[in-house]
């Protein structure tokens, strides 16, 4: 007998081919048979009729590395169909640590990731284990992040590493692999891996390389530099063998748009003279993230601790606020897109609520201060744990970038205050409105774009895809009714027509209720890797 079995539903089976109609039985966790099951018994059967049933959507770029353990916030995820996560993002995450770099990074991440109290962990093998004594609704995978390996040998300093701490790092990058991470990650827009030099990546990547782990990597620029950045990344990837994932792919900036289409090309380029390149994209036209990335780089050496205190100081108040006016060297936000297009998310105190959900001009006009001002004054009494939401382009791009073969849907969702809207509504309106509403994309290419294409890119074994013998994890939705509710300024809407939802072979949510199930596994990287799963 059957634990369920789904019938009626348009199977679509994550590869990209045409849907067929065909039953699924689930037993013990598992897709135990694919086929006409009328005559088996199952303990529950879905009806699925005029439904899609498609494998659960994986992830790739995700900030939930403490809040995965409180389900009561999480369940958001599976909400919208997401039933495996890829944390450790932007090379700024919470394992590796030491007694020294913890504090650090605690204080350094709590607006990124939120506050769960003190870390029970340092290696990546005791966070990795705590997840697995947690209740977790979803599956979830973890990058090695560039930066807690980089503070293990040189802390917050300000400068490029000697030829013996690369060596160091890529080999912490290596003892991360064998513990089951899937890749490396870095943001080198972020403190202190924005300090690094293309030698270093290289090396570092050669660690993750060896265990045939990917590069998942927020390019050093997204706006006046992008090419530059993007071409760094590609000989990165070109001299250490390593696969080539871009985080939150854009180019931000009207001035910048031509080069949207060029940074395309040159993916498609790399991929003809065999290097392995893909990216992922949030169907938005705005992005998210900490605060204080607007400073300029030298805010930023030594970590948060340091950067509050030079905060205080009137003359480096002066220079920021000139930087921010004229400085296009590094990815300033202010400079590119303009103070009305930063709008604040969540903020530390209750005193500074008020902020969320208005943009800078808006929040200065009401503190009687310039907009620089206003933000060095909220950066300060916020102790920098503030996120914010930055406009920076428009739908034709996303539209364009979405159609793309090397593209993945990935949310970049960010909990807390009032969120960027992906953290509800990324996938839904992905099937919602780009493919029912714009028809920009066919069902089955989104579908493989958030199921087999991340399991790919993962070299995720036995997920990913509607397979016998696969994982049950498995969303059933209706492709007509489909939709985001979430809305800049109103984001915390879950979406509508997504009925059920299997992790691991139990249902974790039907007709949009999380039923409170917590059957999400953690996920390690394995060497062998199935090749029915290569697209």
């Given at each position: 007998?059957?634990?369920?079995?789904?019938?009626?539903?348009?199977?679509?089976?994550?590869?990209?081919?045409?849907?067929?109609?065909?039953?699924?039985?689930?037993?013990?966790?598992?897709?135990?048979?694919i086929?006409?099951?009328?005559?088996?018994?199952?303990?529950?059967?879905v009806?699925?009729?005029?439904?899609?049933?498609?494998?659960?959507?994986?992830?790739?770029?995700?900030?939930?590395?403490?809040?995965?353990?409180?389900?009561?916030?999480?369940?958001?995820?599976?909400?919208?169909?997401?039933?495996?996560?890829?944390?450790?993002?932007?090379?700024?995450?919470?394992?590796?640590?030491?007694?020294?770099?913890?504090?650090?990074?605690?204080?350094?991440?709590?607006?990124?990731?939120?506050?769960?109290?003190?870390?029970?962990?340092?290696?990546?093998?005791?966070?990795?284990?705590?997840?697995?004594?947690?209740?977790?609704?979803?599956?979830?995978?973890?990058?090695?992040?560039?930066?807690?390996?980089?503070?293990?040998?040189m802390?917050?300093?300000?400068?490029?590493?000697?030829?013996?701490?690369?060596?160091?790092?890529?080999?912490?990058?290596?003892e991360?692999?064998?513990?089951?991470?899937?890749?490396?990650?870095?943001?080198?827009?972020?403190?202190?891996?924005?300090?690094?030099?293309?030698?270093?990546?290289?090396?570092?990547?050669?660690?993750?390389?060896?265990?045939?782990?990917?590069?998942?990597?927020?390019?050093?620029?997204?706006?006046?530099?992008?090419?530059?950045?993007?071409?760094?990344?590609?000989?990165?990837?070109?001299?250490?063998?390593?696969?080539?994932?871009?985080?939150?792919?854009?180019?931000?900036?009207?001035?910048?748009?031509?080069?949207?289409?060029?940074?395309?090309?040159?993916?498609?380029?790399?991929?003809?003279?065999?290097?392995?390149?893909?990216?992922d994209?949030?169907?938005?036209?705005?992005?998210?993230?900490?605060?204080?990335?607007?400073?300029p780089?030298?805010?930023?050496?030594?970590g948060?601790?340091?950067?509050?205190?030079?905060?205080?100081?009137?003359?480096?108040?002066?220079?920021?606020?000139?930087?921010?006016?004229?400085?296009?060297?590094?990815?300033?936000?202010?400079?590119n897109?303009?103070?009305?297009?930063?709008?604040?998310?969540?903020?530390?105190?209750?005193?500074?609520?008020?902020?969320?959900?208005?943009?800078?001009?808006?929040?200065?006009?009401?503190?009687?201060l310039?907009?620089?001002d206003?933000?060095?004054?909220?950066?300060?009494?916020?102790?920098?744990?503030?996120?914010?939401?930055?406009?920076?382009?428009?739908?034709?791009?996303?539209?364009?970038?979405?159609?793309?073969?090397?593209?993945?849907?990935?949310?970049?969702?960010?909990?807390?205050?009032?969120?960027?809207?992906r953290?509800?509504?990324?996938?839904?309106?992905?099937?919602?409105?780009?493919?029912?509403?714009?028809?920009?994309?066919?069902?089955?290419?989104?579908?493989?774009?958030?199921?087999?294409?991340?399991?790919?890119?993962?070299?995720?074994?036995?997920?990913?895809?509607?397979?016998?013998?696969?994982?049950?994890?498995?969303?059933?939705f209706?492709?007509?009714?489909?939709?985001?509710?979430?809305?800049?300024?109103?984001?915390?809407?879950?979406?509508?027509?997504?009925h059920?939802?299997?992790?691991?072979?139990?249902?974790?949510?039907?007709?949009?209720?999380?039923?409170?199930?917590t059957?999400?596994?953690?996920?390690?990287?394995?060497?062998?890797?199935?090749?029915?799963?290569?697209?």
């Amino acid at each position: 007998m059957f634990d369920f079995i789904i019938k009626n539903g348009k199977m679509y089976d994550g590869t990209g081919n045409p849907w067929t109609k065909t039953d699924i039985g689930i037993k013990d966790g598992v897709i135990s048979e694919i086929g006409d099951l009328g005559g088996k018994k199952a303990k529950r059967v879905v009806d699925a009729s005029n439904m899609a049933v498609t494998p659960g959507f994986i992830d790739t770029h995700v900030h939930s590395d403490l809040l995965i353990t409180r389900p009561e916030i999480h369940k958001i995820k599976v909400l919208q169909g997401i039933t495996t996560e890829l944390l450790g993002q932007d090379g700024i995450s919470v394992a590796p640590v030491s007694r020294t770099t913890k504090p650090l990074w605690q204080k350094q991440l709590k607006g990124l990731n939120g506050d769960i109290g003190d870390w029970p962990w340092n290696s990546i093998t005791e966070y990795l284990g705590f997840l697995e004594e947690s209740k977790i609704a979803g599956n979830t995978t973890y990058l090695v992040p560039h930066g807690a390996v980089r503070t293990l040998v040189m802390g917050f300093e300000g400068r490029k590493a000697t030829p013996e701490e690369m060596v160091q790092m890529r080999e912490l990058v290596e003892e991360g692999m064998r513990q089951g991470a899937f890749g490396l990650s870095s943001g080198l827009v972020y403190p202190p891996n924005l300090y690094s030099c293309k030698d270093e990546l290289i090396e570092i990547c050669k660690g993750a390389a060896k265990y045939k782990g990917c590069f998942v990597v927020h390019i050093r620029n997204e706006s006046n530099k992008s090419l530059e950045a993007l071409d760094e990344v590609i000989d990165v990837a070109r001299q250490s063998g390593v696969r080539l994932h871009i985080s939150h792919f854009k180019v931000a900036g009207k001035l910048n748009r031509a080069n949207y289409t060029k940074a395309l090309d040159k993916m498609v380029e790399a991929r003809i003279e065999g290097i392995e390149v893909t990216f992922d994209q949030y169907p938005y036209a705005a992005g998210s993230t900490v605060f204080h990335a607007i400073l300029p780089p030298f805010m930023h050496m030594g970590g948060t601790v340091e950067l509050l205190e030079k905060l205080q100081d009137p003359d480096i108040q002066i220079k920021i606020k000139d930087e921010l006016e004229n400085n296009a060297d590094y990815e300033n936000w202010v400079l590119n897109c303009g103070w009305e297009n930063i709008t604040l998310t969540s903020v530390s105190t209750e005193a500074n609520k008020w902020v969320e959900g208005k943009n800078m001009v808006d929040i200065a006009y009401k503190l009687d201060l310039d907009p620089a001002d206003a933000a060095i004054k909220l950066l300060l009494e916020e102790n920098a744990g503030i996120t914010m939401l930055v406009h920076w382009g428009d739908e034709e791009l996303i539209t364009e970038g979405m159609k793309h073969s090397l593209q993945i849907v990935g949310s970049d969702s960010i909990f807390g205050g009032k969120p960027h809207p992906r953290l509800y509504g990324t996938y839904p309106r992905v099937l919602g409105h780009f493919v029912r509403e714009k028809q920009a994309l066919s069902l089955e290419q989104a579908i493989r774009k958030m199921t087999g294409a991340p399991a790919q890119l993962l070299r995720l074994k036995n997920r990913g895809l509607l397979r016998e013998g696969y994982a049950a994890d498995i969303v059933i939705f209706a492709p007509g009714e489909i939709r985001d509710q979430a809305t800049y300024n109103d984001p915390l809407q879950e979406p509508t027509g997504i009925h059920f939802v299997f992790v691991n072979g139990k249902l974790a949510a039907e007709n949009g209720k999380f039923l409170g199930t917590t059957a999400g596994k953690v996920l390690r990287r394995e060497d062998s890797y199935a090749a029915s799963v290569t697209l």
